[in-house]
């Protein structure tokens, strides 16, 4: 009997804000490990999310790594935080061996053409599927006349699938597609990992999740957590710290008889339970420190190392 092969690689998740890149990652998994929003511009930097598959297709049995890494949406602004994040955008597209890119089926085609035009050295470059997302949002005519649009860009991409992660999804068809052109490699990480983030990370971006759930206008925009500490133990014992820019942001992320935070606790200490499969203790604070986001030095303090941005 011959042997399976083994296929490893890394595919980065690609696509405007709000395509719904983080939530597809989650629902491959089986598992909220990425952080998603109504909001735009939600993810800030890239999490790697590491998915099992088997399967047989022409190139022989194989068991699959399939390693996504979630990217954040991409976007054109001049503040540091927003280059940042296209930077880390830029980079998945040139590190992975292949991408997926993410066009909501109410997106105009030229959205497309600017992925291609801006991944034109890169290696995804004619290395992606094209996943038409949120097809639930469309009816079966309008979807089909959208497919057609796609059509002429054919040899720039592996495949065009359509898909609703809200509706019908099966995770294993597209799986089969992206392993089909995975490179034949050993695995790359232990078989029970599911990230290469920390658990502290994660609940990093739970914590921010829950401000972007719980926060409207500006201020998820101009806040951040950093997890003072993170003690493993019966209960995990999380401190951590919302920043803010203004005195006046503090007052509504705390609320009246704090209120506020105390939801905003409430939310992501679920979410951070439901990971970690423990009861969670959770406590916040809430510190303004006018423009985190706007030196170097900040921002990396936050988690956002912008020395090497590409
Ligand atoms: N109707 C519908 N909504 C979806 C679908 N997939 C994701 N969404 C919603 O789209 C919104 C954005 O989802 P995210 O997964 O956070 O999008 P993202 O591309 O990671 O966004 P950024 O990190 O901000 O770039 C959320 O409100 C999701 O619930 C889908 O298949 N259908
Ligand atoms: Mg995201």
């Known amino acids: 009997m011959q042997d399976r092969q083994t296929r490893c690689g890394f595919v ?67 503040k540091l935080l927003n280059q940042y994040m296209l930077a880390q955008s830029l980079r998945a597209m040139s590190d992975c061996d292949m991408g997926i890119y993410l066009a909501p089926a109410s997106d105009e085609v030229r959205h497309y053409e600017e992925f291609l035009n801006l991944s034109r050295d890169k290696a995804v470059h004619n290395r992606h599927i094209l996943l038409l997302s949120k097809t639930d949002m469309l009816d079966n005519a309008t979807l089909m006349r959208k497919l057609a649009q796609y059509q002429p860009y054919q040899s720039h991409y592996l495949a065009l699938i359509p898909v609703s992660v809200k509706r019908g999804f099966a995770p294993n068809e597209l799986l089969d597609v992206v392993a ?55 209960i995990e014992r999380i401190y951590a710290t919302i920043i803010v820019e203004k005195q006046s942001q503090k007052g509504v992320v705390i609320g009246a008889d704090a209120q506020t935070i105390k939801r905003i606790g409430i939310f992501a200490r679920k979410n951070i339970e439901s990971l970690v499969g423990k009861k969670v203790f959770l406590k916040l604070q809430v510190s303004v420190q006018k423009g985190w986001s706007k030196e170097i030095k900040k921002l990396k303090k936050v988690g956002y190392d912008c020395t090497d941005m590409s």
């Open 180 to 234: 089909r052109f995975l490179p034949d490699s050993a695995f790359l990480f232990d078989e029970e990992c599911v990230t290469t983030a920390q658990t502290k990370e994660i609940a990093k971006e739970f914590i921010r999740e829950s401000l972007f759930e719980n926060l409207s206008d500006e201020i998820p925009y101009e806040s951040d957590v950093i997890i003072q500490s993170y003690e493993e133990g019966k």
């Open 12 to 78: 980065a998740t690609l696509g405007r804000p709000n395509a719904g890149k983080s939530t597809l990652l989650n629902a491959l998994l089986g598992q909220k490990i990425s952080l998603t929003s109504h909001k735009a511009n939600a993810t800030r930097k890239q999490l790697q999310v590491i998915v099992p598959h088997s399967g047989i297709d022409e190139r022989g049995a194989y068991d699959a790594q399939i390693v996504f890494v979630d990217t954040p949406g991409i976007h054109h602004q001049e």
